[in-house]
Each structure stands twice: as C-alpha cells, then as structure tokens.
T-cell receptor, first 116, second 113 residues
Framework: SAVISQKPSRDICQRGTSLTIQCQVD?????MFWYRQQPGQSLTLIAT?????????ESGFVIDKFPISRPNLTFSTLTVSNMSPEDSSIYLC?????????????FGPGTRLTVL | QKEVEQDPGPLSVPEGAIVSLNCTYS??????FMWYRQYSRKGPELLMY????GNKEDGRFTAQVDKSSKYISLFIRDSQPSDSATYLC?????????????FGSGTQLTVLP
C-alpha cells in the first residue's frame, strides 16, 4: 500500500487566515483526492487533483476557497482560505489503490484544523 | 435519502463477541465495496475490499455483499479491545466518475475488556 504523509498534523488558526496542507506520497500517482471530515461526520470529497491540469471540484466546493496545487506526481497541497469556524475539520488526502484504476483508495493520516 | 446508510451506533460489546456492522445503499451501479477502520485522530485505514456480491474473509474479519438486497456487512469474530474504532463503509462505481467513493456515516465500536 502507498505511504502517505500530511503536514501539518494539526493546527489552530484564527478566523480570516489561510492554511496550506501538504500531502506527500511515496510513489507516483496520477490522481490525488482531498476530503473533508467534519466533526462526527463522514468523509466528503472536496476535489480531485490531477498532475498537470486544474483540479476538479465537487458540488459545494470552489477553487477560491480551496485552491489546490499538484506540481508533480508525488505531492499536492490544499489551501483553506479565509477560514471561519465552520472550516474546523479533518482534511485528508488519498490516492488510488493501484495505477489509474481507482476502485478504492488509501488515505493519509489527516490534518486536524481548528479555526477560532 | 442518502446513497449510503450506516447505523451510527455507538456500539459497545464485550471482548470476544461477534460484531456485525452493516450498510445499505440505493445506487445499484455500485460495484466496489470497502470497509475502513478509523482510530481516533487517525486517517481511515482500508480493512476489507470486495468486488460485486459474495463473501471475503481475512483473519477475524468477514465482508459480505448482497447486491440483490443492496446490503453489505462486516463481521468481526473474537473481537478485541484493539478493534475499538469507527468503521466506515464505502462504495464506488456509481454514476459519474467511478473514482468517487461514497461513504457511510460510520459506526463507532467499543470492545470492552
């Protein structure tokens, strides 16, 4: 299975600021995914990040709020912009289980964000 | 109606008990079925993965898929305190991108020593 790391593991931020979360994978992958897990809730897909193209955002998520970079096949960042307390969540990146077939995914450890 | 329904629990059982975790779904196009285990303050860990209907066993864990009933289950035999976690079912292969996973809300399990 892929080894995925995320930085930071947790952070406490002030309202109105931005935080960039990094995701590093130990192997090259075409697609990376970003999820949000709000307190007591399940996972919601924010966007799919493909190397060399714009990220694809799910309904309810916009690029201005969650800009994503994908500079190479092992790395991606998600920025949470102009934060409010409602953005307090765990943010997770994931990669497909194998190659381009994404029948399932492996997840990173998550970034626990608290916005005051 | 949510695409995937999962009993949120919490579920508390004594050590050694057999645990049954279940999800129902409405999208008949789902073909891939997964169970993830998430310990507190950790990311989800892929536990079991099955394709289409049938059973799959891995040690103390058995995953069952009944596509005709749109029902999946995870059984844990001889449960241990280390099994205490939130269990998430997930599915893919529905309309739109097959790469999307649709998750249940998770069942919180506590195994008491």
């Amino acid at each position: 299975s892929a080894v995925i790391s995320q930085k930071p593991s947790r952070d406490i931020c002030q309202r109105g600021t931005s935080l960039t979360i990094q995701c590093q994978v130990d192997s090259q992958v075409t697609m990376m995914f970003w999820y949000r897990q709000q307190p007591g809730q399940s996972l919601t897909l924010i966007a799919t990040a493909n190397q060399g193209s714009e990220a694809t955002y799910e309904s309810g998520f916009v690029i201005d709020k969650f800009p994503i970079s994908r500079p190479n096949l092992t790395f991606s960042t998600l920025t949470v912009s102009n934060m409010s307390p409602e953005d307090s969540s765990i943010y997770l990146c994931s990669v497909p289980r194998s190659g381009g077939s994404t029948d399932t995914q492996y997840f990173g450890p998550g970034t626990r964000l608290t916005v005051l | 109606q949510k695409e995937v329904e999962q009993d949120p629990g919490p579920l508390s059982v004594p050590e050694g008990a057999i645990v049954s975790l279940n999800c129902t779904y409405s999208n008949s196009a789902f073909q891939y079925f997964m169970w993830y285990r998430q310990y507190s303050r950790k990311g989800p860990e892929l536990l079991m993965y099955t394709y289409s209907s049938g059973n799959k066993e891995d040690g103390r864990f058995t995953a069952q898929v009944d596509k005709s009933s749109k029902y999946i289950s995870l059984f844990i035999r001889d449960s241990q305190p280390s099994d205490s976690a939130t269990y998430l079912c997930a599915m893919s292969g529905g309309s739109g991108s097959a790469r999307q996973l649709t998750f249940g809300s998770g069942t919180q399990l506590t195994v008491l020593p």
